[in-house]
């Protein structure tokens, strides 16, 4: 058992000793220990060890699904926000694109045909449950590329990105404030053993996608790979 596990042991025991389960949802995402060569993540294509990690919720109005599983394709980082809204009796803001999760917990109702998922500046990724496309830069320097924030932060060269910074016209979800338009320098679509390009896996037939198909008919265009 690693540290991870005795670590949320801990969480969950704490939670027990305060009773805590009749009114706290509980949650988190994956990780890569190992798995493809790799560690940790925001580096390697979104592996199902990272991507598709287990998603376990307790939600307090569906006390008869405890101990259940749902198949019912769901996306944490923006759902979690409308599910904890309604959860208190709120509305959706105008600008959130998750769906609320009430009814894939009480009873698998689905939520979407397909999921887009990736990090800013690398793959983009697209899955309908079975078929997963992840697929990357055109070129590879990743050229032009932009952050839009409203609090600049960033994992490499942060002075460096900040030398070109300009103002840009507000998103809708900005609510009429003018965000930073950072040039990005360098693509994040990091090799993997020496090769750089889409990939695609059937995940019912391949679950720890160790091969990537061939296939223009899932995808609608031929796959690309070049050589670093």
């Given at each position: 058992?690693?540290?991870?596990?005795?670590?949320?042991?801990?969480?969950?025991?704490?939670?027990?000793?305060?009773?805590?389960?009749?009114?706290?949802?509980?949650?988190?995402?994956?990780?890569?220990?190992?798995?493809?060569?790799?560690?940790?993540?925001?580096?390697?294509?979104?592996?199902?060890?990272?991507?598709?990690?287990?998603?376990?919720?307790?939600?307090?109005?569906?006390?008869?699904?405890?101990?259940?599983?749902?198949?019912?394709?769901?996306?944490?980082?923006?759902?979690?926000?409308?599910?904890?809204?309604?959860?208190?009796?709120?509305?959706?803001?105008?600008?959130?694109?998750?769906?609320?999760?009430?009814?894939?917990?009480?009873?698998?109702?689905?939520?979407?045909?397909?999921?887009?998922?990736?990090?800013?500046?690398?793959?983009?990724?697209?899955?309908?449950?079975?078929?997963?496309?992840?697929?990357?830069?055109?070129?590879?320097?990743?050229?032009?590329?932009?952050?839009?924030?409203?609090?600049?932060?960033?994992?490499?060269?942060?002075?460096?990105?900040?030398?070109?910074?300009?103002l840009a016209?507000?998103?809708?979800?900005?609510?009429?404030?003018?965000p930073l338009?950072?040039?990005?320098?360098?693509?994040?679509?990091?090799?993997?053993?020496?090769?750089?390009?889409?990939?695609?896996f059937d995940?019912?037939?391949?679950?720890?996608?160790?091969?990537?198909?061939?296939?223009?008919?899932?995808?609608?265009?031929?796959?690309?790979?070049?050589?670093?």
């Amino acid at each position: 058992m690693s540290k991870c596990d005795n670590s949320l042991g801990d969480v969950l025991d704490l939670m027990d000793r305060h009773e805590m389960w009749q009114d706290t949802m509980l949650t988190d995402h994956g990780f890569l220990l190992g798995e493809h060569g790799g560690w940790a993540k925001n580096w390697t294509p979104l592996y199902e060890e990272i991507a598709h990690t287990p998603f376990f919720v307790w939600d307090p109005r569906s006390p008869h699904a405890a101990g259940e599983t749902r198949s019912a394709l769901v996306q944490p980082v923006i759902d979690l926000g409308p599910t904890l809204l309604r959860f208190f009796g709120l509305e959706s803001t105008e600008s959130m694109l998750g769906q609320d999760l009430a009814g894939v917990m009480r009873d698998d109702c689905p939520v979407r045909d397909t999921a887009i998922f990736g990090y800013h500046g690398n793959r983009v990724n697209v899955t309908d449950g079975r078929y997963v496309y992840l697929r990357t830069s055109r070129s590879q320097d990743n050229q032009p590329l932009h952050s839009y924030t409203l609090m600049p932060t960033s994992m490499r060269d942060f002075k460096g990105n900040l030398q070109d910074v300009e103002l840009a016209d507000p998103f809708d979800f900005t609510k009429g404030m003018k965000p930073l338009r950072i040039p990005a320098r360098g693509s994040l679509s990091q090799p993997v053993s020496g090769t750089v390009g889409d990939l695609l896996f059937d995940v019912h037939a391949d679950p720890h996608q160790w091969t990537p198909l061939e296939d223009s008919g899932v995808t609608g265009g031929s796959r690309r790979v070049w050589r670093s």
